[in-house]
């Protein structure tokens, strides 16, 4: 078996992404020849060690990262300063610190400042997931086929960026280099912007007179249960994400409310080339999903 890129691999956070990284590292042996998982409450840790799938545990993420040549942030992005302020003086000289967040500036803004000048940080984002969340949600198979986003810094070390990128090959992903503002605005029209539109659509159903909700339950179509999967995702998580990512996410909202008029005032006034127009572009991008294999 290959040498692990890693001696000891460091998961702040054991949520989805944290425990479907634990599950891979422990079951291949290439990515790290110790895997410590650190999480905010006991009893998610005692659950870490039932399932197996970390080395040893630790409740204080100062002594999780000590003797570390690997730190992962894996907690909601809003937890990321607190957590860098706590470990960063226990880091060692040449470790790589690195995280999962689906935004990145403000990743950047709230790790970068506080890491110790002999530290590399390669942000990173896994642009894989599921509506589950916690320990008992992962699985070794998350990312396959799937895309990383690796964001690294200017003048930020290429050996240190390359090991973060073969990580994620080992855990099945594919790669893809990306500027820190043009990843935000990527992942607020492909993931962010639809997660916002999920949460509201379910919060619109919520607010119906009793007896239509009901009917709204009972007689769901696919479209309205494909928006209740997003809508069970981790409240946590997306309320971080939202207010992380303000600037893009509100950019892309605008621009689908601009587009959601258009289509009102054709359906209003009976515009039918329009409205066909609009639902064939929907179907090419499917088409194009399909090919790409990311459907």
């Not at 969340?133 to 960026?161: C, H, M």
């Not at 280099?177 to 992942?187: F, G, L, S, Y």
């Amino acid at each position: 078996m290959a040498e692990p890129l890693f001696k000891r691999l460091v998961l702040l956070g054991v949520g989805l992404i944290g425990s479907s990284v634990a599950r891979i590292a422990m079951e291949r042996g290439d990515i790290a020849g110790e895997v410590v998982a650190n999480a905010r409450t006991q009893a998610t840790l005692d659950r870490v060690m039932e399932l197996g799938i970390a080395h040893r545990v630790e409740l204080d993420p100062a002594e999780a990262v000590k003797g570390a040549d690997c730190v992962m942030f894996c907690a909601p992005v809003g937890a990321f300063a607190a957590l860098a302020e706590a470990v960063a003086p226990y880091l060692e000289p040449g470790c790589i610190v690195t995280d999962v967040g689906s935004t990145k500036q403000s990743v950047i803004r709230d790790i970068a400042p506080l890491l110790p000048a002999a530290v590399h940080f390669v942000p990173a984002h896994p642009m894989a997931g599921t509506e589950y969340s916690g320990p008992d949600s992962g699985f070794t198979t998350l990312f396959q086929g799937r895309w990383t986003l690796i964001v690294p810094l200017p003048g930020s070390d290429a050996a240190a960026n390359e090991k973060i990128a073969e990580l994620w090959r080992r855990c099945g992903s594919m790669i893809e280099v990306m500027e820190p503002a043009h990843h935000d605005r990527v992942v607020a029209i492909v993931s962010h912007l639809p997660h916002l539109l999920a949460f509201t659509i379910c919060g619109t159903a919520d607010d119906l007179e009793d007896e239509s909700r009901q009917q709204v339950l009972r007689f769901a179509a696919s479209g309205f249960r494909d928006f209740t999967r997003i809508a069970a995702s981790d409240p946590a998580m997306w309320r971080d994400i939202f207010l992380n990512n303000r600037e893009a996410l509100l950019e892309m909202l605008a621009r689908f409310m601009e587009d959601a008029q258009a289509m009102a005032r054709a359906v209003r006034w009976g515009d039918p080339a329009y409205i066909e127009e609009s639902i064939k572009r929907g179907r090419k991008i499917r088409r194009s999903l399909i090919e790409l294999k990311q459907a």
